[in-house]
């Protein structure tokens, strides 16, 4: 079965500071990437996806990730965050035939003003 | 546009009683479902999902069932609760081919006391 690791379970940065959570996951076919985020007080939704083409994908808010399949992983990226990045992140992965995501167990991220 | 409803938002029940937690989906046909538990640092955990009307596929042995009587409504129940079911619950649509992103609904906060 798919499993999909995010090492990171609480990130405490300053605002601009530059953020990088890890993902991995165990398939090692064709799969479909996932970044989730949960702000506070609102639904989980989606921040960027990968399905195939250029492994580098953006997403809203300035959020960007990599797929590396060598690595099996697609960690996210920003540059400089924000005190409004304050939230839940998710990595989720589907693969093979299957449509349905696994999802991570979730980085926290606390960003101070 | 799609629409995702989940409710009730909060329900506190006693052990051993009857639990029924609704979804509906607007603006789609025929769209795939899911039930996910969230529980604080294990991530999402997928409960149930369904294909069509009637069709109900469980990820997890539990105390839980699901139903689909209409072709946008998802059903949560269990004829008696358990302490251990306390949790987050969240509803889900997709579209029904390939690999999508999955819409989130605002989830239901269930304590069995």
């Known amino acids: 079965a798919q499993s999909v690791s995010q090492h990171n379970h609480h990130v405490i940065l300053s605002e601009a500071a530059s953020l990088e959570l890890g993902c991995n996951y165990s398939?090692?076919?064709?799969?479909?990437l996932f970044w989730y985020v949960q702000y506070p007080g609102q639904h989980l939704q989606l921040l960027l996806k990968?399905?195939?083409?250029?492994?580098l994908v953006k997403g809203i808010k300035g959020f960007e990730a990599e797929f590396i399949k060598s690595k099996f992983s697609f960690n996210l990226r920003k540059p400089s965050v924000q005190w409004s990045d304050t939230a839940e992140y998710f990595c989720a992965v589907s693969s093979g035939g299957s449509y349905i995501p696994t999802f991570g167990r979730g980085t926290s991220l606390i960003v101070h003003p | 546009s799609q629409t995702i409803h989940q409710w009730p938002a909060t329900l506190v029940q006693p052990v051993g009683s009857p639990l029924s937690l609704e979804c509906t989906v607007e603006?789609?046909?025929?769209?795939?479902l899911y039930w996910y538990r969230q529980a604080a640092g294990r991530g999402l955990q997928l409960l149930f999902y369904?294909?069509?009307?009637?069709?109900i596929s469980s990820e997890v042995p539990q105390n839980l069932s699901a139903s689909r009587p209409q072709d946008r409504q998802f059903i949560l129940s269990s004829k008696k609760l358990l302490l251990s079911d306390s949790g987050f619950y969240l509803c889900?649509?997709?579209?029904?081919?390939?690999?999508?992103?999955?819409?989130f609904g605002a989830g239901s906060r269930l304590t069995v006391l």
């Open positions: 369904s294909v069509g009307i009637g069709q």
């Open positions: 889900a649509w997709s579209l029904g081919t390939g690999a999508n992103v999955l819409t």
């Open positions: 398939y090692g076919g064709t799969v479909n």
């Open positions: 603006g789609t046909s025929n769209p795939n």
């Open positions: 990968y399905f195939s083409g250029d492994p």
